[in-house]
C-alpha cells in the first residue's frame, strides 16, 4: 500500500515544544513570580512566541537574566514576588549560578519558592540538583522514576520541572541543541550525545503522523547511506533499538505487521558525519544568509547585532525566504534593483493593464510573480528598502582585513606553499584579528596534507608573541582535535615536547587507521587518507564555472530566475575559491555524477549508491548502503539528511541547489535537514579559545 503524501509542516514540532512549555507553567500556581531566563534560550522563546504569553502563562511580572548580578537583588525587590521561575539548559554553569543565587535570596527572603524549569530535563542533572540543595531524593528514587513527567519537589521550597523539547525548525533545517557553540563542542567531546539527539528527531520525524490523535503514515525508510563511525553507529541505534521500540510501544501487532510488510517505502536517510569535511565550517561563507550570520549572527531566524532600524526578524520575510537568502551576496543588489523597477512600473500602471508588454520570458515572470507575492506595494517597497539596509551593513562590515582575508581565501588553492606561509606571516605581523589567523593556518594545512613540526613551531612562536600565550595554547588544541596534521620530521623538536602527536602524510601512514581502532568517543579524527590534490581532483571541488550547466540560458535570464540551478551553474557559489564541499559531494554522488570531471564513473544501477567511486580508498571510518526494500529504482519521495556535528549555511544552500536538481526529475524529491546545530568558523573559534 502506497503512502498518502501531504504537505509536511516541520513547524509542527516547534509547537509541539511550545505547548510542552506552556503545559510546565501552568502548573505553577503561585500569582506573582519573577521569570529568571537564561539568555542563551532567549533567541528560542523569542522565535516560539512572545515574552508577555510566556509571562502570561507563567504569572510573571517581570522577566531577568540568569547571571551573577542575581545573587545581588536586594529584598525590597525581592519582596514583590511569591516565587522565582528559572527557565534554563543544563550546564555545569548553570547549576552554579542556581546554587549561588538560590541561597542568597533564601537568605534575604526566606519565604520565597523556587521554580525550576529544565529544557530537556536529565536525571543526572536533577540528581545534582538535589544534591546541592541537600533534598529529600535519594539516588534510587531519581534512578527508578520512568520519566520526568510531573513536577518533582526537591525541597518544601523547590520544584523542579522538565521542559520536554522536540527539534526545532528554523531557517530551513531541524536543530538538536541550543548552545554557545551550536554543539560542535558536544561532537569532539560527547559524540554520544548527539547521537542520542538525532536518533530521536530522526524517529520524530518518520512517525510525526503517529500519535494520540492521528495515525497516519508518512515516511517509511527505503535507502540508508552514512559515512563515518558515528554514522555507523547512529544507523544502527536507529534500526536496532529505537524504530522497535516506537512500533512496539505505538502500535498493535496487526499494524506493525501491516507497516513492515505492507507499506510501500518512499524515504531515503544519508547520514554525514563533520569530520569528513571542516573546510565549509573554516571558510568565510558567501551566500546572503551566510554572511549575515558571519557578520551579525542569525539566530532562529533574527539578525542579532544588526544595529540599522530596520526588522531584524527573516523568519516570516517572503524576499528573503524566496529569492534572496541563498544567493551569493555579490546578486543581492541588482537584485534588488530589478525588484524595485519591477514595483516603480507597478506604481505608474493603472488598472492593471500595463506592466510586462508581454515579454513571455519565463525567469522575469517568475520575479514578477515573486514581486507580486510579497503583499500590497507598500509591504513590498519596505522588504526592498529592509534588505537594501541590510546589504549596505554588509558592506560596511568589510574593513581592509576582511577583504584581504577573502582575497587570500579565493586564491589559496593556487598558491604554492612557500607563498601561503608568506601571507600567514604577514597577517600575523600585521595583527590581523586572530579570526583571519585560524582558518588561514587550517586551509594551508588541510591543501597540503599537514604542516611540517618545524614550521608549526614557528607559527606557534610568533602566534605568542602576536596575540599571547592562549593562543598558542589553542594551536595545540587544534592538533588535538586532529584539525591540524603534524609531519615530524625529528622526535625531539618543540612541538613534541608540548604534546603534539607524531603524525606523517597518509601515503606514509600505517594501514590500520585511528579511527578504526580507538573507541569512537570524539568526532577529532583525521579522516582523510589519500592526499587533498587527489581528493579535490576526483571529486571536483573547485569547478570550473561552466561544469555541469544546464538549460542553456542568456545572462540575462539567469539574473531574472529564482530558481538556482539556472542561476549558477553548478554550487561552488557558497565559498571562496569556487569551493564546493565534499560533505555535499559525497551526498550529491548518490543521485548525479556528472559533476565528476577527473575521473568519470557511471552508475549502473538504478538505485542511488556510491559503488566505484572509492569512497573507502580516499576516506576512513565505516560506509552503509541498505536497501531495505530490495528495489533497484529511485522513487523515493524524500530525501532526509542528517549531519552529525553540525551543518554550515554553505552546506544548506546546497541540499537547497540539489533540491531543485531532484524536483526536476520523476518522481520529484524532497529534502529533509537534520542537524544538531547550525554552525560556522565563530562558533569553532571561541570553542578552542575558551
Not at 507580486?372 to 537594501?388: A, E, Y
Not at 541498505?626 to 524524500?638: A, F, G, H, I, Q
Request: hydrophobic share 35%; net charge negative.
Amino acid at each position: 500500500m502506497a503512502i498518502k503524501t501531504a504537505p509536511i509542516d516541520l513547524n509542527h514540532f516547534n509547537e509541539a515544544t511550545l505547548n510542552n512549555l506552556f503545559t510546565q507553567l501552568s502548573k505553577i500556581y503561585s500569582t506573582s513570580n519573577l521569570l529568571v531566563l537564561d539568555p542563551i534560550l532567549s533567541p528560542l522563546v523569542n522565535s516560539l512566541t512572545t515574552f508577555s504569553n510566556i509571562k502570561d502563562h507563567g504569572h510573571c511580572q517581570n522577566v531577568t537574566w540568569l547571571n551573577d548580578e542575581l545573587s545581588e537583588l536586594p529584598l525590597s525587590v525581592l519582596s514583590k514576588y511569591s516565587s522565582l521561575v528559572y527557565l534554563l539548559p543544563e550546564s555545569d554553569d548553570n547549576l552554579r549560578k542556581l546554587e549561588k543565587s538560590i541561597r542568597h535570596i533564601q537568605q534575604e527572603s526566606p519565604s520565597l519558592k523556587f521554580n525550576i524549569i529544565v529544557k530537556d530535563l536529565s536525571k543526572a542533572f536533577l540528581y545534582q540538583i538535589n544534591k546541592i540543595f541537600n533534598g529529600i531524593l535519594d539516588f534510587e528514587k531519581i534512578l527508578a522514576l520512568p520519566e520526568v513527567l510531573k513536577p518533582i519537589s526537591i525541597t518544601s521550597k523547590i520544584k523542579v520541572f522538565n521542559w520536554d523539547t522536540q527539534a526545532l525548525y528554523t531557517d530551513g533545517v531541524l536543530i538538536t541543541q541550543i548552545g554557545p557553540y551550536s554543539g560542535l563542542d558536544d561532537y569532539f567531546n560527547r559524540p554520544i550525545k548527539q547521537i542520542n539527539q538525532l536518533t530521536k528527531a530522526i524517529l520524530d520525524v518518520l512517525f510525526m503522523g503517529i500519535n494520540e490523535n492521528e495515525h497516519q503514515h508518512r515516511f517509511k525508510l527505503r535507502n540508508i547511506f552514512g559515512k563515518g563511525n558515528h554514522s555507523e553507529l547512529l544507523i544502527k541505534t536507529l534500526l536496532q533499538a529505537q524504530i522497535p521500540s516506537f512500533l512496539n510501544q505505538n502500535m498493535a501487532p496487526s499494524e506493525i505487521e501491516f507497516y513492515e510488510d505492507k507499506l510501500q517505502s518512499n524515504t531515503d536517510l544519508v547520514v554525514i558525519e563533520r569530520n569528513l569535511d571542516m573546510m565549509p565550517v573554516l571558510f568565510s561563507q558567501l551566500t546572503y544568509h551566510g554572511i549575515i550570520d558571519d557578520l551579525f549572527k542569525l539566530e532562529f531566524g533574527s539578525i542579532v547585532n544588526l544595529n540599522e532600524g530596520v526588522s531584524k526578524n527573516l523568519s516570516k520575510d517572503e524576499l528573503y525566504n524566496r529569492d534572496l537568502k541563498h544567493l551569493n551576496f555579490s546578486a543581492i543588489g541588482s537584485r534588488l534593483n530589478k525588484m524595485a523597477k519591477l514595483i516603480q512600473q507597478k506604481y505608474k500602471d493603472t488598472g492593471g493593464s500595463g506592466g510586462d508588454g508581454g515579454s513571455g520570458d519565463a525567469n522575469i515572470d517568475d520575479m514578477k510573480n515573486l514581486v507580486s507575492n510579497l503583499g500590497n506595494l507598500t509591504l513590498q517597497q519596505d522588504l526592498i528598502k529592509k534588505h537594501t539596509v541590510i546589504g549596505e551593513a554588509v558592506l560596511g562590515k568589510i574593513n581592509n582585513e576582511y577583504e584581504k582575508f577573502l582575497t587570500l581565501q579565493n586564491d589559496i588553492f593556487e598558491m604554492d606553499y612557500k607563498l601561503q606561509m608568506s601571507n600567514l606571516k604577514s597577517f600575523i605581523n600585521s595583527n590581523y584579528q586572530i579570526e583571519f589567523i585560524w582558518p588561514t593556518i587550517l586551509l594551508i594545512g588541510y591543501i597540503n596534507d599537514g604542516f611540517p613540526s618545524k614550521d608549526l613551531e614557528k607559527v606557534s612562536t610568533e602566534l605568542q608573541d602576536n596575540y599571547g600565550l592562549n593562543a598558542a595554547i589553542a594551536l595545540e588544541k587544534l592538533v588535538d582535535l586532529k584539525l591540524i596534521r603534524v609531519i615530524n620530521d625529528s622526535s625531539s623538536d618543540f612541538l613534541t615536547s608540548l604534546g603534539f602527536s607524531s603524525q606523517k602524510k597518509h601515503q606514509n601512514v600505517a594501514p590500520v587507521y585511528e579511527d578504526d581502532s580507538d573507541v569512537a568517543i570524539t568526532g577529532g579524527k583525521d579522516v582523510l587518507k589519500s592526499n587533498y590534490t587527489l581528493v579535490n581532483k576526483f571529486w571536483n571541488l573547485h569547478p570550473y564555472e561552466d561544469d555541469n550547466s544546464g538549460a542553456e540560458l542568456s545572462k540575462q535570464q539567469q539574473q531574472d530566475s529564482t530558481n538556482l540551478v539556472q542561476i549558477y551553474s553548478n554550487p561552488s557559489f557558497t565559498l571562496p575559491g569556487n569551493t564546493v564541499p565534499l560533505t555535499f559531494r559525497i551526498i550529491e554522488s548518490l543521485y548525479f555524477r556528472d559533476f565528476l570531471k577527473y575521473k568519470p564513473v557511471n552508475n549502473v544501477k538504478s538505485r542511488p549508491n556510491w559503488d566505484n567511486l572509492g569512497l573507502n580508498t580516499m576516506i576512513a571510518g565505516k560506509s552503509v548502503d541498505m536497501n531495505l526494500e530490495d528495489v533497484n529504482d529511485d522513487k523515493s519521495k524524500y530525501l532526509i539528511v542528517v549531519f552529525i556535528g553540525g551543518i554550515t549555511r554553505s552546506e544548506l544552500t546546497c541540499l537547497k541547489y540539489l533540491e531543485e536538481r531532484l524536483k526536476a526529475r520523476k518522481p520529484p524529491k524532497e529534502i529533509i535537514v537534520i542537524s544538531n546545530g547550525i554552525i560556522n568558523n565563530q562558533d569553532l573559534w571561541n570553542y578552542i579559545t575558551d
